[in-house]
């Protein structure tokens, strides 16, 4: 009786390190193989249009393409695309948009091997891999109301300290227009002041610097 195939894995990582460390445990298994390792999304896209790998990790902050879009993007393209988040972050927000966007699994990046290989082979197979820690927080995510792209781009420079004139003058909005989006902010995230929606807004992954 032949040996079932092996499971084919594209790596996206912009860490070199990562890449061969990955690659090490995962070429270990006879059911497993590592077909092709891109640095950016926009080398992923290429290598699994070529590939067409079984799974493939991704990433969330690279250069030139982030993980959420390249997995939009391969997730459009490619409707039975089967991909896993393996990430150092494991804030409410990165977690939502990561699954939002199609990925089947998330893992976080100081998992040990063995968790690596089962999320892996249960993706495989058809099934998402969510570890307790990462569906507990998407569960409260999943809680809170979601921010306009708006109220996501004044929240940013609110975090960075300016007023709600110097927030007009960045976006082109009206001062007015301003206070009411900060309003809808504050109650979206259950902060009393802009003070208050930044540590919010920080500890759930919505602003970065």
């Given at each position: 009786m032949s040996q079932p195939a092996a499971i084919r894995v594209l790596i996206v990582d912009d860490h070199i390190i990562v890449q061969e460390g990955l690659?090490?445990?995962?070429?270990?298994?006879?059911?497993?193989?590592?077909?092709?390792?891109?640095?950016?999304?926009?080398?992923?896209?290429?290598?699994?249009?070529?590939?067409?790998?079984?799974?493939?990790?991704?990433?969330?902050?690279?250069?030139?393409?982030?993980?959420?879009?390249?997995?939009?993007a391969l997730y459009a393209e490619f409707k039975t695309a089967r991909m896993i988040v393996l990430t150092t972050y494991d804030s409410d927000e990165d977690i939502y948009r990561g699954l939002r966007a199609g990925a089947k699994g998330y893992l976080l990046k100081d998992s040990k091997p063995s968790e690596l290989r089962t999320a892996i082979r249960t993706v495989h197979s058809g099934q998402q891999y969510i570890p307790l820690h990462v569906g507990a927080k998407l569960a409260q995510r999943m809680n809170h109301p979601e921010l306009t792209d708006r109220e996501l781009e004044v929240l940013q420079l609110v975090a960075q300290g300016m007023s709600n004139l110097e927030i007009g003058a960045a976006l082109t909005i009206a001062e007015s227009t301003v206070k009411s989006n900060i309003n809808r902010i504050l109650s979206k995230l259950g902060a009393k002041d802009r003070t208050q929606a930044t540590i919010i807004a920080m500890k759930r992954g919505l602003t970065s610097f």
């Open positions: 690659a090490a445990i995962i070429n270990e298994e006879e059911d497993m193989t590592v077909i092709g390792q891109a640095k950016n999304g926009i080398e992923a896209i290429a290598l699994f249009r070529q590939a067409q790998p079984d799974i493939t990790l991704m990433d969330l902050r690279m250069p030139e393409m982030g993980g959420v879009e390249t997995i939009t």
